[in-house]
């Protein structure tokens, strides 16, 4: 896809104002939506930022804590205000809640959730309506497939804005029928995937008709991690792994991996950065393993000491599961370390074995014991050739202003297909 020109968002047909709508905003592991906003910002558009529920207990960096000022979020408000709310919607315009109830139910008898929780959606989608209206938002672009892209859909049925979304996986590619994606897609203006193996997901569950309004944008870093000047990688052999504890990112496997290790005479140490639902499982994993020493949690981080951790490392180790494309492995590379991490999703479009790092088979210890003696074996000068092949590539692929310049023309033309069906597919 072209990249637009910076005066691209001036153009006639500018949305006025774009409401971004997700589930919990913001949150420690969305930085990226926030880059995005303030890039599109730079583009010259007028952003508003609605979310569902808060996450504010969680929130330790400084620029989320910014943002969360900023933010109008629905479960921050008391029940009776909210029912008043619906109630309003449902005299001022009768038959297109009746339409978007139908809409509900109709999803409700797919989704995993059930018709209640699709009443409640429906319900915040009434709210957002009105509170849409006042701010004058032209459009609404949700992030993650859904359930804020659900309460975009049904507030578009009551008459609202027209909508997009952008989909991560992997969650929504484990359960396409569950949240009805396809109908989701249907009904919005353009679709967003952040990678093209994402692209290729949706085909799979998309009309052929569809095909067109789905593009492909990065997730991008700003110029705090890409104007980085490089920063010679320690003597020291330290891996870090950044992400939530959870069963997705392959902390036990790695915990594994890193035992083995230990077992045939390699001295390493390893900073997990995060906390999650698995913390407990982990701890005592570490404790099992007798890797007390080695193995260290910092629990939740703000953005600039990942980065500090990131720069104290040789490399970044993330053997996950089931990712979309994590935006801690762009972090890594810009910040010139080479990364080990499983060949999923769309992670190899960034990732490639003996360039800028290690590419595994997912759930293999053997696998990634392999790669990390391959890379604490390696020289730090080869090490550093390596971080400098992927800062090179991060810049190329993941520059947030040159992404942001692709979706603000992306508002700008309302979603229009750039290209007939026969393009799309040849």
Not at 110 to 137: I, K, M, N, T
Not at 250 to 263: M, N, S
């Amino acid at each position: 896809m072209p990249i637009a020109q910076p005066d691209a968002p001036a153009q006639a047909g500018k949305p006025k104002k774009v409401a971004y709508l997700v589930n919990q905003y913001p949150k420690v592991s969305h930085s990226f939506i926030r880059r995005e906003i303030a890039a599109l910002e730079a583009q010259g558009l007028e952003v508003a930022r609605f979310s569902i529920r808060s996450c504010a207990d969680e929130l330790v960096d400084p620029d989320d804590i910014k943002e969360l000022g900023k933010t109008q979020i629905v479960l921050d408000h008391p029940w009776p205000e909210l029912l008043l709310l619906v109630i309003r919607v449902m005299l001022l315009r009768p038959v297109a809640f009746v339409t978007a109830l139908g809409l509900a139910l109709q999803v409700g008898l797919r989704d995993e959730s059930g018709p209640l929780y699709q009443l409640a959606y429906l319900a915040e989608a009434c709210v957002l309506l009105l509170w849409f209206e006042a701010a004058a938002v032209d459009h609404v672009h949700a992030h993650f497939g859904t359930n804020s892209t659900t309460v975009a859909m049904l507030c578009r049925a009551l008459g609202g804005p027209p909508y997009s979304f952008t989909v991560h996986g992997p969650e929504e590619f484990d359960k396409v029928r569950a949240i009805s994606l396809a109908e989701k897609i249907r009904r919005a203006d353009f679709v967003v995937a952040i990678s093209s193996f994402g692209k290729s997901q949706l085909y799979r569950w998309t009309a052929l008709e569809d095909w067109p309004k789905i593009h492909v944008v990065h997730c991008g870093l700003d110029q705090d991690f890409l104007a980085q000047e490089f920063v010679p990688i320690p003597e020291q052999r330290h891996a870090v792994c950044v992400g939530r504890l959870s069963g997705q990112k392959g902390h036990l496997l790695l915990l594994e991996a890193v035992r083995q290790l230990v077992e045939t005479g390699y001295r390493l140490t390893v900073t997990l950065v995060g906390d999650g639902e698995m913390r407990s499982q982990v701890e005592a994993l570490i404790t099992s393993y007798n890797l007390q020493d080695c193995v260290s949690i910092t629990g939740w981080a703000a953005s600039q000491e990942v980065k500090a951790q990131l720069l104290k490392a040789q490399m970044l180790v993330l053997p996950s599961f089931a990712e979309g494309l994590p935006v801690v492995i762009m972090e890594a590379l810009a910040l010139g370390r080479p990364v080990i991490t499983t060949s999923i999703a769309g992670i190899p479009e960034l990732v490639e074995t003996g360039v800028n790092g290690w590419l595994v088979v997912p759930g293999s210890v053997e696998s990634l014991v392999e790669a990390m003696r391959h890379a604490l074996d390696a020289s730090v000068a080869e090490l550093e050739a390596m971080g400098k092949a992927g800062m090179e590539k991060v810049a190329q692929q993941h520059n947030i202003d040159r992404e942001a310049a692709c979706l603000a023309r992306l508002f700008v033309e309302n979603g229009q297909p750039q290209a007939a069906l026969g393009a799309v597919i040849n």
